[in-house]
């Protein structure tokens, strides 16, 4: 091949804007499982769907990412056999925090489960607090906010990403990478452990 699909990637195209050593970017340049194969009998598929567990414990996966902004990602068809068309992850913010600016052709929903913020859509100021359901429509640039300077927003995060991406809507694009420095006063700050 020629032209463009000799060139790699660069930043802002799923990229890490420096080398990213501690793994600290892993979330958007790690190889990732996006759609499993299903292979076998109906019968043997199936048994196996049957067996597989009902509940993960969000506990058992580390928090990624910081100072500002930390993930963990749960349910994913490359972690749980069980779901091949949506995944789910925690996001927590830092007190005064803010995400990265970024855009996918899939749809979001947010649970507000701790803080208060807003989300810019698209230009477009969306206020959010704890207890609210939020979304992100398709195709939409947005960005999350935490406006409390002192304590962390926490959101869990639903999408059918991976059947979107099944389906070769594949365009996801990094915009700006959240900040790689604390807010002044919360250098030391972690996300939660029970969690």
Same mark, same amino acid.
């Given at each position: 091949?020629? *032209?463009? $699909?000799? =060139?790699?990637? #660069? ?9 990213? /050593? ?73 007190? *005064?925090? $803010?995400? =990265?600016?970024? #855009? ?9 489960? /701790? ?81």
């Amino acid at each position: 091949m020629t *032209g463009l $699909y000799e =060139q790699s990637p #660069g930043q802002g195209h799923n990229r890490p804007p420096v080398e990213d /050593k501690e793994g600290k970017w892993e979330r958007w340049s790690r190889k990732r499982t996006f759609v499993r194969e299903l292979a076998g009998t109906y019968s043997d598929v199936y048994k196996s769907l049957l067996e597989q567990p009902r509940v993960y414990s969000s506990r058992n996966h580390p928090w990624k990412g910081g100072p500002a902004l930390y993930g963990k990602h749960v349910i994913s068809p490359q972690s749980a056999n069980v779901v091949q068309s949506i995944e789910t992850h925690i996001e927590c913010y830092a007190p *005064g925090a $803010y995400g =990265q600016k970024h #855009g996918h052709l899939n749809s979001a929903v947010f649970y507000v489960l /701790k803080g208060r913020g807003h989300d810019i859509h698209d230009g477009r100021r969306i206020d959010w607090k704890a207890g609210d359901i939020m979304i992100v429509e398709c195709a939409s640039v947005h960005q999350h906010f935490n406006d409390d300077p002192e304590n962390e927003a926490i959101l869990l995060v639903f999408k059918a990403k991976p059947l979107f991406l099944f389906m070769h809507l594949l365009f996801q694009k990094i915009v700006s990478y959240p900040p790689s420095e604390a807010a002044p006063g919360h250098e030391d700050f972690r996300p939660p452990k029970d969690l």
